[in-house]
């Protein structure tokens, strides 16, 4: 059974930073490109990075420059790096893996308020 879960996320200050992970089990990480999307409030799920298996990486504009996706093969985890967060990143992050089957982790919450 293939499950992905995500970890990481929090309360921070605008400018902080957090650091997501995406652990999963029943599928291996290495073989599939990984995303990260996130769902505000309110508002439709939306992309924000992507990551192939052979490395190659792709953001949405409204978080390149301060968001980095990486994977550790070893451990079968995507990380998301996010930095100067703004309010407008508050938002539930999920992450899936590109195999045509829909799988989502449960989501983390991120929320950037002072």
């Known amino acids: 059974q293939v499950q992905l879960v995500e970890s990481g996320g929090g309360l921070v200050q605008p400018g902080g930073s957090l650091r997501l992970s995406c652990a999963a089990s029943g599928i291996s990480f290495s073989v599939f490109a990984v995303a990260w999307y996130r769902q505000a409030p309110g508002k439709q799920r939306e992309f924000v990075a992507v990551i192939t298996s052979g490395g190659s990486t792709n953001y949405a504009d409204s978080v390149k420059g301060r968001f980095t996706i990486s994977r550790d093969n070893a451990k079968n985890t995507v990380y998301l790096q996010m930095n100067s967060l703004k309010p407008e990143d508050t938002a539930v992050y999920y992450c899936?893996?590109?195999?045509?089957?829909?799988?989502w982790g449960q989501g983390t919450q991120v929320t950037v308020s002072s």
């Open positions: 899936t893996v590109y195999t045509g089957l829909g799988y």
